[in-house]
């Protein structure tokens, strides 16, 4: 068992950067594949990311490849979201997940989820 708080979140405007954070409990936080999900208003909760166990391959979504990075530090028990370079569409609530075996970008292969952080992009 695992819980997840995510932090960070706010207001930014479009070309600008924001950090988001997400702390898990206990003492088995390495042996988790740690993702990123985000959800807007009427939309599906889709894959943005995810971080291998030691932090040594990271996957991306297309549409945040160029601008997003994830990565991750074990002795803090801490994931991290760097996003640069933010646009209007980038706004959503971002979620981390955690999955001890997970290799694709379904949000149904996660089976540890935070409460979420609100991102919102002006312009």
């Known amino acids: 068992q695992v819980q997840l708080v995510e932090s960070g979140g706010g207001l930014v405007q479009a070309g600008g950067s924001l950090r988001l954070s997400c702390v898990a409990s206990?003492?088995?936080?390495?042996?988790?594949?740690m993702g990123w999900f985000r959800q807007a208003p009427g939309n599906e909760r889709e894959f943005v990311g995810r971080i291998s166990r030691s932090g040594g391959v990271t996957a991306y979504a297309d549409s945040v490849k160029d601008r997003f990075t994830i990565s991750r530090d074990n002795a803090k028990n801490t994931v991290y979201l760097q996003m640069n370079s933010l646009k209007r569409e980038d706004t959503a609530t971002y979620y981390c997940?955690?999955?001890?075996?997970?290799?694709?970008?379904?949000?149904?292969?996660?089976?540890?989820w935070g409460q979420g952080t609100q991102v919102t992009v002006s312009s």
């Open positions: 997940a955690a999955e001890r075996y997970v290799s694709g970008v379904a949000k149904e292969e996660y089976q540890y």
């Open positions: 206990g003492r088995t936080f390495n042996t988790y594949v």
